[in-house]
């Protein structure tokens, strides 16, 4: 069974960076895509970023554009969500995706097949 533990998460300072880790395992890793998302209190889940499998292709939400990045490590099993410019309006619980044999960046959560448990980012202003 496929589990995904997101970890990195805190309290850091309007303008700060943060850089989000979630480790895959339970599967092979290489056959899924990735993808980020965020939900803040009272507010819907929503997408963040994402990368192929292969880690050719990204996409990114407008709101994180030039602030957020996406990488993966498949030799780790791992993928990473670097946070620059950090704002207020991105405190969120960030929870990692896996979409299993997908073949294009995938921004619908319905599309994603596993999820991690979260991880809290609160940025300070």
């Known amino acids: 069974q496929v589990q995904l533990v997101e970890s990195g998460g805190g309290l850091v300072q309007e303008g700060g960076s943060r850089r989000l880790s979630c480790a895959f395992s339970?599967?092979?890793?290489?056959?899924?895509?990735m993808g980020w998302f965020r939900q803040a209190p009272g507010k819907e889940r929503e997408f963040v970023a994402c990368?192929?499998?292969?880690?050719?292709?990204?996409a990114n939400a407008d709101s994180v554009k030039g602030r957020f990045t996406i990488s993966r490590d498949n030799a780790k099993n791992t993928v990473y969500l670097q946070m620059n410019s950090l704002k207020p309006e991105d405190t969120a619980v960030y929870y990692c995706?896996?979409?299993?044999?997908?073949?294009?960046?995938?921004?619908?959560?319905?599309?994603?097949?596993?999820w991690g448990q979260g991880t809290q980012v609160t940025v300070s202003s």
């Open positions: 995706a896996a979409d299993f044999l997908a073949f294009m960046t995938q921004t619908n959560p319905d599309e994603y097949d596993y």
């Open positions: 339970g599967g092979t890793f290489g056959l899924y895509a």
């Open positions: 990368i192929t499998r292969s880690g050719g292709n990204t």
